[in-house]
């Protein structure tokens, strides 16, 4: 089965409970070239089609084609596929008339302080300020700036904090 991010998962979960399988909108965290990053690799792995969008029914628009038509984002088959959805009956896919190459996305090199940071923070028993300090050699407003602007807005991890006893405030990704 292949790895999803959160965001990728997110969107597709979403698309699938639509009748018509359309994508949008994106998350609310996910914006600009952030955007733009984690549909590309969505449409480069087959996941997300970009289609006509039928402005008469008032479908969302992913982008316009310069022509005064826009198109949408479809979920494919194999995108549910990759979500554990068996794709049932569901409305054909008309191929859109632009190819575009799409934008190489921002995928998570092994072996970094942030790829140690996500893992720390996805771990049940999630982790603390310090605790993440320790293990990265970063200070705390380095940790805390990574959590609000890496992995938040950037990503679109929804990261949660609870105060624990005896242990102190405690970040996981949920």
């Known amino acids: 089965m292949t790895k999803l991010s959160d ?3 997110f969107i597709l979960s979403r698309a699938a409970q ?7 909108p994106l ?11 984690v549909v590309g690799a969505m449409l480069a792995k087959g996941f997300l089609q970009e289609v006509d969008a ?10 316009e084609t310069g022509d005064g038509h826009g198109v ?6 194999a995108g549910l596929a990759a979500i554990g959805i068996e794709p049932d009956d569901a409305p054909a896919l008309h191929a859109s008339t632009e190819t575009e190459a799409a934008p190489k996305a921002h ?8 790829a140690q940071l996500i893992a ?11 605790e993440i300090m320790a293990a990265t050699g970063w200070r705390s407003n380095t940790v805390r700036g990574a959590m609000a602007g890496a992995l938040k807005k950037k990503l679109g991890l929804d990261i949660t904090s609870e105060k624990v006893d005896g242990r102190g ?3 996981a990704i949920r």
């Not at 998350?27 to 990053?37: E, H, I, Q, V």
């Open 7 to 9: 965001t990728q998962t």
């Open 18 to 24: 639509n009748e018509d399988r359309i994508a949008l």
């Open 27 to 37: 998350p609310d965290s996910l914006r600009g070239g952030a955007a733009t990053k």
């Open 54 to 63: 039928d402005m008469r029914k008032g479908e969302p628009v992913w982008r």
């Open 72 to 77: 949408t984002l479809i979920a494919t088959d």
């Open 107 to 114: 995928t998570l090199r092994e072996g970094t302080k942030q």
């Open 120 to 130: 720390m923070l996805r771990a049940p028993e999630g982790a603390t300020i310090e």
């Open 169 to 171: 405030r405690v970040y």
